[in-house]
C-alpha cells in the first residue's frame, strides 16, 4: 500500500467531520480500469489521496467527497465524477486536461464542491463543470480551461500570463484579480438567479455570444466578501496613494 501523508489529513480534512453527502464508494481506477482505491482512498473520509508525481495520471476516480491532486502531473487527464466537497489541484499541470464533475444532486441545484488550482498551468485545458466555485491561483492556472461554476475566482498571473487566460466561462460570478483575467481573452456568459450553470446552451460554441471580463473586477452575483479581497489585493499591487484626479500612482 502506498504510504499516506498524515499531515494532509489533519490539513483538509476538517469538512469531513459531518456525514458524507456521497452514498456510493469513493473509488479509484487506473489506466488499465483495474479498482485500485486500497492503494488510494482513505475510505471513513471518502478521501482520493493522489499526492506525488504522476500518482494519478489517467485515473478514473469516482463518487468521493475530496480528491488531492498535488505534485507535478498529478491527475492529468484523470476523469474525475460525482465529487462533492473538494478537487485540490497544487503543482504544475497537477490537472492538466483533467474533466471534473461535481455530482448532480435531485433538484438540479449545484452543490457547493470547490475545485483549487493553485500553481502554474495547474488547470490548464482542463473541463471543470457543475461546481459551486473555482479559484484558479498562478500564472495560466486555468488557461484555456472550460468552466461551469457557481463562482469563479482568477488571481494571482503573471502579466501577459493571466490566471484565466483564453477562457469561456458559464457562471453566475466571475472575479478577477491583479493578472487574474486575460485582456480580450478571457470570455464570460453571466447567469442570474436559479440559472443552472449546466442547463443546454445551443450556442456554447459561438464565441460571439459571450461578452469580456472585466480587468481588475467583479462580474455578477459574487460573495460580499470578495469585493473587501479585490480592494486588498489591489493595494497591496498598487498601494494606495491617489493623484490629483484620483488615479492610482
Known sequence: MRP?????????LVSTSTEHVVEAQCQVFNTEGVDVSVDYVVEKDALADCQGDNQCKDFRITNCDQVICWGLEACTRAQITNVTTLVSCEGQHSCHRTEVLGLKSSNNN??????????????DVAILENVGEVECLGFQACRKAHMKAGAIKCTGGESGRAACDQVYLHTHCVYCGVNGCGSHNCNVKLLVGGDDVMAEDPEEDDPTTYEYCDLESMMGECPKEWAA???????????TDENEDGARR
Open 110 to 123: 449545484n452543490i457547493p464542491a470547490k475545485v483549487e488550482c493553485i500553481g502554474n498551468q495547474a488547470c
Open 4 to 12: 499516506q501523508n498524515p499531515l494532509l489529513f489533519l490539513l483538509l
Open 229 to 239: 479581497q479585490l480592494e486588498y489585493e489591489k493595494e497591496v499591487e498598487y498601494g
